[in-house]
Protein backbone atom coordinates (compact mmCIF):
# COMPACT_ATOMS: atom_id res chain seq x y z
CA UNK A 1 0.00 0.00 0.00
CA UNK A 2 2.80 2.43 0.68
CA UNK A 3 4.40 1.93 -2.64
CA UNK A 4 1.13 2.81 -4.39
CA UNK A 5 0.81 5.90 -2.44
CA UNK A 6 4.43 6.32 -3.26
CA UNK A 7 4.03 5.88 -7.09
CA UNK A 8 0.62 7.81 -7.08
CA UNK A 9 2.49 10.76 -5.32
CA UNK A 10 5.39 10.75 -7.86
CA UNK A 11 2.94 10.67 -10.90
CA UNK A 12 0.49 14.02 -9.20
CA UNK A 13 4.04 15.71 -8.95
CA UNK A 14 5.05 15.18 -12.50
CA UNK A 15 1.93 16.78 -14.02
CA UNK A 16 0.21 16.59 -17.24
CA UNK A 17 3.05 16.30 -19.64
CA UNK A 18 0.97 16.63 -22.82
CA UNK A 19 4.23 16.16 -25.16
CA UNK A 20 4.70 20.26 -26.17
CA UNK A 21 8.09 21.50 -25.67
CA UNK A 22 7.02 24.33 -22.67
CA UNK A 23 7.35 27.89 -23.46
CA UNK A 24 9.85 30.47 -22.35
CA UNK A 25 9.52 34.04 -22.13
CA UNK A 26 12.92 35.76 -22.95
CA UNK A 27 13.31 38.94 -23.85
CA UNK A 28 14.28 39.72 -27.14
CA UNK A 29 17.64 40.20 -28.61
CA UNK A 30 18.32 42.60 -30.78
CA UNK A 31 20.96 44.23 -32.55
CA UNK A 32 20.35 47.88 -31.64
CA UNK A 33 20.50 48.34 -27.48
CA UNK A 34 19.75 51.75 -25.62
CA UNK A 35 22.85 52.54 -23.46
CA UNK A 36 23.76 55.67 -21.75
CA UNK A 37 25.71 57.99 -23.99
CA UNK A 38 29.75 58.38 -23.66
CA UNK A 39 31.21 61.20 -23.07
CA UNK A 40 32.17 60.87 -26.85
CA UNK A 41 30.16 58.57 -28.99
CA UNK A 42 31.38 57.08 -32.26
CA UNK A 43 29.31 59.01 -34.13
CA UNK A 44 26.16 61.12 -34.09
CA UNK A 45 23.02 61.59 -36.14
CA UNK A 46 20.97 64.95 -35.69
CA UNK A 47 17.97 66.77 -37.39
CA UNK A 48 17.11 70.00 -37.01
CA UNK A 49 14.32 72.08 -36.83
CA UNK A 50 14.58 73.82 -40.33
CA UNK A 51 15.65 70.84 -42.77
CA UNK A 52 13.74 66.95 -42.91
CA UNK A 53 16.63 65.56 -43.37
CA UNK A 54 19.29 63.20 -40.83
CA UNK A 55 23.16 64.41 -40.23
CA UNK A 56 24.82 62.52 -41.64
CA UNK A 57 22.00 60.97 -43.92
CA UNK A 58 24.33 57.54 -43.81
CA UNK A 59 26.90 56.73 -40.72
CA UNK A 60 29.69 54.32 -40.60
CA UNK A 61 29.96 52.27 -37.76
CA UNK A 62 32.19 49.72 -35.96
CA UNK A 63 30.37 46.36 -34.55
CA UNK A 64 29.87 47.60 -30.53
CA UNK A 65 29.98 51.14 -31.90
CA UNK A 66 27.23 54.09 -30.14
CA UNK A 67 25.53 56.53 -32.20
CA UNK A 68 24.04 59.79 -30.38
CA UNK A 69 20.92 60.55 -31.89
CA UNK A 70 19.59 64.30 -31.26
CA UNK A 71 16.40 64.91 -32.57
CA UNK A 72 14.70 68.34 -33.23
CA UNK A 73 10.99 68.10 -31.91
CA UNK A 74 9.69 67.75 -34.89
CA UNK A 75 11.85 64.42 -35.82
CA UNK A 76 12.03 61.28 -34.74
CA UNK A 77 13.89 57.92 -35.74
CA UNK A 78 11.67 54.54 -36.11
CA UNK A 79 12.72 51.27 -37.62
CA UNK A 80 12.38 51.15 -42.10
CA UNK A 81 9.92 48.38 -42.07
CA UNK A 82 11.11 48.78 -45.97
CA UNK A 83 14.44 47.20 -45.55
CA UNK A 84 16.28 45.42 -42.84
CA UNK A 85 16.41 47.09 -39.59
CA UNK A 86 15.82 46.43 -35.71
CA UNK A 87 12.85 47.49 -33.48
CA UNK A 88 15.65 48.47 -30.66
CA UNK A 89 16.05 51.58 -33.55
CA UNK A 90 13.82 53.99 -32.09
CA UNK A 91 13.89 58.06 -30.88
CA UNK A 92 11.47 59.70 -30.18
CA UNK A 93 10.64 63.48 -30.96
CA UNK A 94 12.97 65.70 -29.46
CA UNK A 95 14.96 63.35 -27.63
CA UNK A 96 18.22 63.12 -27.32
CA UNK A 97 19.73 59.07 -27.18
CA UNK A 98 23.07 56.87 -27.50
CA UNK A 99 22.37 53.31 -29.57
CA UNK A 100 24.97 50.62 -29.40
CA UNK A 101 25.70 48.57 -32.57
CA UNK A 102 26.16 44.78 -31.47
CA UNK A 103 26.23 43.14 -34.88
CA UNK A 104 27.38 43.65 -38.42
CA UNK A 105 24.62 45.11 -40.82
CA UNK A 106 23.00 47.85 -42.79
CA UNK A 107 20.22 49.07 -40.17
CA UNK A 108 17.75 51.65 -41.95
CA UNK A 109 15.82 54.27 -39.97
CA UNK A 110 13.02 57.21 -41.00
CA UNK A 111 11.44 59.75 -39.12
CA UNK A 112 7.86 58.95 -39.10
CA UNK A 113 6.23 62.75 -39.31
CA UNK A 114 8.00 63.18 -42.96
CA UNK A 115 9.09 60.20 -44.55
CA UNK A 116 12.90 60.97 -44.63
CA UNK A 117 15.46 57.88 -44.23
CA UNK A 118 19.11 56.91 -42.72
CA UNK A 119 20.92 54.25 -42.33
CA UNK A 120 23.69 52.76 -40.15
CA UNK A 121 26.21 50.68 -42.01
CA UNK A 122 28.43 48.15 -39.10
CA UNK A 123 31.37 46.63 -40.16
Known sequence: MTRLAL???????CGGDDGTPAQID???LTKVQKVTCPTT?????MTT????AYMPMNTPLPVGGVVK???APAHNVAPNTVGASDPGLSVDFGETKCLKFTEAGTFGFFCSAHGF???ITVQ
Open 7 to 13: AALLLAA
Open 26 to 28: APA
Open 41 to 45: ADATV
Open 49 to 52: STVD
Open 69 to 71: FVM
Open 117 to 119: SGT
